[in-house]
Structures are given as structure tokens and as C-alpha cells.
């Protein structure tokens, strides 16, 4: 039995879902420790600042 276009368009859709998905979750873990990266960041620069070191001395 012929596959129509809708069932081939489908049938692809689905192929690249499965093929994408662990670049998805691996996208998913990298954004979570940019996240994570940034808060830390953030917390070292704030306890800089509160010893009285200013941004400009500090290179990140």
C-alpha cells in the first residue's frame, strides 16, 4: 500500500523527533549549567562587593 504525502510528512516528522530528541535533552543540561554558571557568577561578584572589591578589579 501507497503511503499518501500526509502519512510520508508524518512518518518523517516522527523520524526527526526521535533523532533531534537527545539534542534536545543535551540542549537542556547546557542551559541549566549556563543557568548555574550565571548564579555563580552573580554570588562571587555580590561577595566581592561586600569586601570592597568593585567589579572593574575583578576579570572574569
Known amino acids: 500500500m501507497e503511503m499518501t504525502k500526509n502519512e510520508k510528512a508524518e512518518r518523517l516528522q ?9 539534542l534536545k535533552q543535551q540542549l537542556d543540561v547546557l542551559e541549566k549549567e549556563m543557568i548555574s554558571v550565571r548564579e555563580n557568577q552573580e554570588e562571587l561578584i555580590r561577595m566581592l562587593s561586600e569586601k570592597g ?8
Open 14 to 22: 516522527h523520524v526527526l523527533d526521535e533523532a533531534l530528541l537527545p
Open 53 to 60: 572589591l568593585s567589579k572593574k578589579s575583578v576579570s572574569c
